[in-house]
């Protein structure tokens, strides 16, 4: 089966969050088939983007459940695991002694065309960054899907939206508030990447 088909039965074999009974990893790869690691790999890779709760231990193994995200407990559920990973990505890049870029700063824009991430570990967070404010993006597209088809009204879909453009707002700005130094060639290497919004259900 090709990605799109694992996606959709993984989803399928799950059951909804608010039920309160999950399924575990084993439990998933065994119902939908298929190469057990990449099974995996993807429902890791679902709830990331906010598709899937965690909603506890059940013995040694995690249960699993599907997000309705039109649910408004739901949609906080995903939205507050985006943010708070985004702080703790943010955290781990103050925390390191390097600064995030290279070259002392100049004023003239060719000064930092050539900056590049001081480490890998520098180059890892900035891209798991991207990872997870490309998820808000996501919540902010959905939310839009979902007042088109009529899944939730004009006024909720703009509140959810506008939490998520804040939420970015203030996440660059504490970023470049940690880093005043190099928070131009902070924003010249994000705007030099290819960002992409993943696959999601409505």
């Not at 003239?108 to 890892?124: A, E, G, S, V, W």
């Not at 004009?154 to 959810?160: D, G, I, P």
């Not at 203030?170 to 290819?194: N, V």
């Amino acid at each position: 089966m090709n990605e799109q088909e694992l996606e959709d039965k993984i989803w399928d074999k799950i059951p909804p969050a608010e039920v309160g009974t999950g399924i575990h990893k084993t439990g998933i790869w065994q119902a939908v088939g298929g190469h057990k690691q990449t099974c995996f790999d993807k429902i890791e890779e679902m709830h990331k983007r906010g598709d899937l709760k965690k909603l506890g231990l059940e013995g040694t193994k995690m249960m699993f459940g599907r997000i309705d995200a039109a649910n408004k407990a739901q949609f906080e559920y995903g939205f507050t695991f985006q943010v708070k990973m985004l702080e703790s990505t943010r955290i781990i890049l103050k925390g390191l002694k390097e600064k995030p870029f290279n070259e002392k700063m100049g004023k003239r824009l060719f000064n930092l065309k050539n900056q590049k991430p001081r480490t890998k570990i520098i180059k890892r967070n900035l891209e798991n960054m991207g990872f997870y404010y490309n998820g808000l993006l996501l919540f902010i597209c959905r939310a839009n899907l979902q007042r088109s088809l009529g899944l939730i009204s004009k006024s909720v879909a703009e509140q959810r939206i506008a939490k998520c453009e804040n939420a970015l707002q203030t996440h660059f700005k504490e970023l470049f508030s940690d880093h005043p130094r190099d928070s131009e060639a902070i924003k010249l290497w994000l705007s030099e990447q290819t960002f992409e919004i993943e696959r999601f259900k409505i």
